[in-house]
């Protein structure tokens, strides 16, 4: 069966440090890759997205990037945090060719200080 | 107007109640429906999914699309209180890749 692993699960940050988080997911081949973004009361906010080995799509400018250096691996970084980058990060994957479903991981909460 | 709305509650329910949570939408080109469950802290987690209009049904949960009034369902019915946490409604055209959530509704259920 397929899983999905998102680390860390916690994190505390400075503004102006840098940030990685990382996903791998495991059981399937060249799956879609996604990260979203979770602020309170809002719906979830596609960051990016991945269709391949190097293959990144930005949803929203911003501070942060993406990179996708294995088919399984999906790694969410920025040089210099913002307060505005403090949230909840979730990883996702879908099946090409995108039926529609689409699965988490446990995500990684964000708070930049 | 926001492209997908959802009534954020909190709605509270006795044990054993048949819980009624709706979106709304303003997009026609959406042709893929779901309901996801997240627990607080927790990753969404996918419950029912559903491709153009009808009914889905598992278990105790059932999806209903109504694309003419762009407007979609989900029955929970002999609610538990395991069953507590936020529910959030998804859609995605048949192209692209981005997948439209919901602001989410949470939900209680009372022992």
């Known amino acids: 069966s397929q899983t999905i692993h998102q680390w860390p699960a916690t994190l505390v940050q400075p503004v102006g440090s840098p940030l990685s988080l990382e996903c791998t997911v495991e059981?399937?081949?060249?799956?879609?890759l996604y990260w979203y973004r979770q602020a309170a009361g809002r719906g979830l906010q596609l960051l990016f997205y991945s269709v391949g080995i190097g293959q990144i799509s930005s949803e929203v400018p911003q501070n942060l990037s993406a990179s996708r250096p294995q088919d399984r691996q999906f790694i969410l970084s920025s040089k210099k945090l913002l307060l505005s980058d403090s949230g909840f990060y979730l990883c996702?994957?879908?099946?090409?060719?995108?039926?529609?479903?689409?699965?988490f991981g446990e995500g990684s909460r964000l708070t930049v200080l | 107007q926001k492209e997908v709305e959802q009534d954020p509650g909190p709605l509270s329910v006795p044990e054993g109640a048949i819980v009624s949570l709706n979106c709304t939408y303003s997009n026609s080109a959406f042709q893929y429906f779901m309901w996801y469950r997240q627990y607080s802290r927790k990753g969404p987690e996918l419950l029912m999914y559903t491709y153009s209009s009808g009914n889905k049904e598992d278990g105790r949960f059932t999806a209903q699309v109504d694309k003419s009034s762009k407007y979609i369902s989900l029955f929970i019915r002999d609610s538990q209180p395991s069953d507590s946490a936020t529910y959030l409604c998804a859609m995605r055209k048949n192209y692209g890749q981005n997948f439209v959530f919901g602001p989410g509704t949470r939900l209680s259920v009372l022992p």
């Open positions: 996702a994957w879908s099946v090409p060719p995108n039926t529609g479903e689409l699965f």
């Open positions: 059981g399937t081949s060249n799956p879609n």
